[in-house]
Nanobody, 122 residues
């Protein structure tokens, strides 16, 4: 599966952004989808994940209550709605896909998009 992330940009603290990830190449509904991020000088970390049907979701503690992950299997897309953004949310955000069981571990995801930069100014 090929993944293309978009929607990043510069936003003020307290603002919102919506990231999208378009998938192509294989049956999208077979994949668990995740969003991860990597800030300068830090390791890549889990942000949110969603199960194949959309019925299961999980979030990092740092984003719970502010971010929402969703998917549209008919359109082969997964989105990350980010509200109440903070400066510490500044990072490159990646969407990723995996076959198999639901997990939030980055190394378990075999397919990655190119990343989209989110910059939150304080």
């Amino acid at each position: 599966v090929q993944l293309q992330a978009s929607g990043g940009g510069l936003v003020q603290a307290g603002g919102s952004l919506r990231l999208s990830c378009a998938a192509s190449g294989r049956t999208f509904s077979n994949y668990v989808m995740g969003w991860f991020r990597q800030a300068p000088g830090k390791e890549r970390e889990f942000v949110a994940a969603i199960g194949r049907s959309g019925g299961m979701t999980d979030y990092a503690d740092a984003v719970k209550g502010r971010f929402t992950i969703s998917r549209d299997n008919a359109k082969n897309t997964v989105t990350l709605q980010m509200n109440s953004l903070k400066s510490e949310d500044t990072a490159v955000y990646y969407c990723a896909a995996r076959l198999g069981v639901f997990t939030t571990t980055p190394v378990a995801y075999a397919y990655w998009g190119q990343g989209t930069l989110v910059t939150v100014s304080s």
